[in-house]
């Protein structure tokens, strides 16, 4: 039968796992893949049930193919997302779990009911996903950080604060937003070199972040737009007087020192306060609020917090 | 247009749909831990230009999702349809992942194509059982490409079709999507004696 042979000689250089199996689930075709693979020799898997096969460790989603298969005629595509281990199969060499999908297909193989099982490695497919996984994770962490405190750059705070005021309208919440602006940093990196500036940029994102998460609200709720130019959302507040609390207390909290070479280096912080939806309904309005508030906090003699000015 | 089913056999084949959809609901609810809503199937027979300008009316330019091929009792195409750019939406409300390059999707590829052929197959098949016939269906496959492309996949240029339309949406997420099977009339003679059959012993 030279035809047959043509097909077995097919069969055997496959890339592919291929087995099939009856509706009692009795193997009747082990390709040299699997064979390879498995280490299990075709002579000694023909004729087993598949789950002794495999140590009963296979899992119960292609069990239930193979059943709607034998049973219903039909096909089912098992993909390696859903069912990261259908098979407990192993990379050669370093003994790692394949990654592999399976097709399911009902037919009819030595005139009987059957299901053929097609096994592909997707190993690679897994590795190169993960990879570029992890450098669009890190694209997108870069597009939205400032690289040298961590905080959220001035895209990020657009998209917060866009968020903020849509949540803010629809739940009719109040938030505040803090324009800061530190005091005499000019004179750090003239006095200290812009090594020095930078550590206490860093420093001060840190303090910031604290102080803010112990108010309740969240780290990257705060941003750097630029310099020494930074803002704080405050998604939830119940008045005016305790923001402005707040707000003072994070300036003495900016206040203290940072030790730099056995020196120390001081600076003052100017806040601004703008509020929803008083000060500014829309994210332009409050920044623009927020801004002149902290204008005005430097022009009354620095290191303290103003409210804006414009209430209804 | 031609209509090969009486009225009876119409409300009946749009009473089995109900119940195959509702079944495919309940497979994908458990799959998205989320309430899954469904349309009553609206169901018609056309022609492929008929079936074309009804596809433009109301879905929207670009499209990608599965489809399935099936045999037996009745043959045709079963598609589930989605906007092309929210097509991952539904694996990634499964696996967890939100990515936007679609380089990295070939395994979201699959991952939709299972996701497919897990709501069809549980159509096609309560069908099947509910009218004691044998149905058979192929590998799901993953396509994307406008109106005519994708009926150009789903059906010959001649045919008369059954048309069976389902909107489905996902209560606490934004997402709609279509399930539409498309029955190749040709073998309507099997679908009119199955739908009798069943209609006889309900009397």
């Known amino acids: 039968m030279p035809q047959q042979e043509d097909f077995k000689n097919l069969i055997d250089r496959l890339e592919t796992g291929l087995i099939v199996v009856n509706a009692q689930r009795q193997i009747l075709l082990w390709n040299p893949w699997i064979a390879r693979i498995t280490g299990i020799a075709e002579n000694l898997a023909l004729d087993q049930v598949l789950d002794n096969v495999f140590n009963e460790s296979i899992d119960s989603a292609l069990i239930d193919a193979l059943e709607q298969a034998s049973q219903f005629n039909l096909s089912r595509r098992l993909s390696h997302q859903l069912h990261p281990s259908l098979l407990p199969i192993f990379q050669q060499g370093n003994k790692e779990p394949l990654h592999h999908s399976i097709l399911v297909q009902p037919l009819v193989y030595k005139q009987q009911a059957a299901c053929l099982l097609q096994i592909s490695d997707v190993t690679t497919r897994v590795r190169r996903e993960k990879h570029l996984r992890a450098a669009v994770e890190k694209i997108r962490y870069l597009a939205h950080h400032d690289t040298l405190t961590g905080l959220a750059n001035r895209t990020l705070h657009a998209i917060n604060l866009h968020k903020t005021c849509a949540f803010a309208a629809k739940s009719n919440q109040s938030f505040a937003l803090f324009f800061i602006d530190l005091d005499g940093f000019k004179f750090i990196n003239d006095r200290f070199g812009h090594d020095a500036g930078d550590y206490l940029l860093q420093i001060t994102a840190q303090r910031l972040q604290k102080a803010l998460i112990d108010f309740g609200s969240k780290a990257e709720l705060v941003a750097r737009l630029g310099g020494d130019e930074l803002v704080a959302l405050l998604p939830t507040i119940s008045n005016a007087d305790q923001v402005t609390t707040f707000a003072n207390r994070v300036c003495k909290v900016l206040e203290e020192p940072v030790e730099w070479q056995g020196q120390k280096m001081h600076v003052g912080a100017s806040i601004g306060i703008a509020l929803w939806p008083h000060q500014g309904l829309t994210p332009e309005a409050l920044m623009a609020s927020a801004d002149n508030a902290m204008y005005l906090a430097k022009a009354r003699g620095k290191g303290q917090a103003m409210l804006a000015l414009n209430t209804p | ?203």
């Open chain 2, 1 to 203: 247009m031609v209509n090969i089913l009486n009225q009876d056999q119409q409300e009946t084949i749009v009473e089995l749909m109900n119940i195959g959809v509702g079944r495919a609901a309940a497979a994908l609810s458990k799959l998205v831990q989320d309430e899954v809503l469904l349309s009553v199937p609206k169901v018609d027979f056309v022609d492929s230009q008929t079936a074309e300008s009804r596809f433009t009316e109301i879905l929207p330019v670009a499209l990608a999702g599965v489809t399935q091929a099936f045999s037996g009792f009745i043959s045709g195409k079963a598609a589930l349809i989605f906007p092309e750019e929210r097509s991952l939406e539904l694996v990634r409300i499964v696996v967890g992942h939100e990515l936007t390059a679609s380089e990295i999707s070939e395994l979201e590829q699959d991952t939709l194509a299972e996701l497919g052929n897990i709501l069809l197959n549980a159509c096609l098949a309560t069908l099947a059982n509910i009218l004691h016939r044998e149905i058979r269906t192929a590998l799901p496959e993953a396509y994307s490409g406008n109106c005519h492309n994708i009926l150009k996949l789903l059906c010959e240029e001649d045919s008369m079709i059954m048309l069976v339309q389902v909107d489905f949406s996902l209560l606490q997420r934004e997402l709609q999507g279509y399930l539409a099977f498309i029955i190749d009339l040709q073998t309507a003679s099997g679908l009119y004696d199955a739908l009798n059959e069943y209609l006889e012993k309900l009397l």
